[in-house]
Nanobody, 125 residues
Framework: QVQLVESGGGSVQAGGSLRLSCAGSGFPFSSYCMAWFRQRPGNQREGLAA???????RYPGYRRGRFTITKDNAKETLYLHIDSLNVEDTAIYYC???????????????????WGQGTQVTVSS
């Protein structure tokens, strides 16, 4: 049974940084494509970063530098480090996994079969 459990969210001040974690189990963690998404109030779920099955990373170009995705296969944990938080980063953050995802479609929700329950991040000014 595939499980993804996010943690690390909370209330933070603008300008700070945060590291989110996603513990995976029930699937071959090291070989799966994994990603971070977020959903801001009133908006659709949007892709932030992904690590493909071959280990390559993907980011939306304009966010590169503030979001860093890493993966520790030994701990079966996916991370998202967020720098320079601002109030627009307030959202529920989700991790997602797929046996395989196409590099060009990594940010598409439909690419992923498995999702965590999400962790809330609230940024105050």
């Amino acid at each position: 049974q595939v499980q993804l459990v996010e943690s690390g969210g909370g209330s933070v001040q603008a300008g700070g940084s945060l590291r989110l974690s996603c513990a995976g189990s029930g699937f071959p963690f090291s070989s799966y494509c994994m990603a971070w998404f977020r959903q801001r109030p009133g908006n659709q779920r949007e892709g932030l970063a992904a690590i493909l099955s071959d280990g390559d990373t993907r980011y939306p170009g304009y966010r590169r530098g503030r979001f860093t995705i890493t993966k520790d296969n030994a701990k079966e944990t996916l991370y998202l480090h967020i720098d320079s938080l601002n109030v627009e980063d307030t959202a529920i953050y989700y991790c997602a996994a797929a046996e395989y995802c196409t590099g060009g479609l990594w940010a598409s929700v439909s690419e992923y079969s498995y999702w965590g329950q999400g962790t809330q991040v609230t940024v105050s000014s």
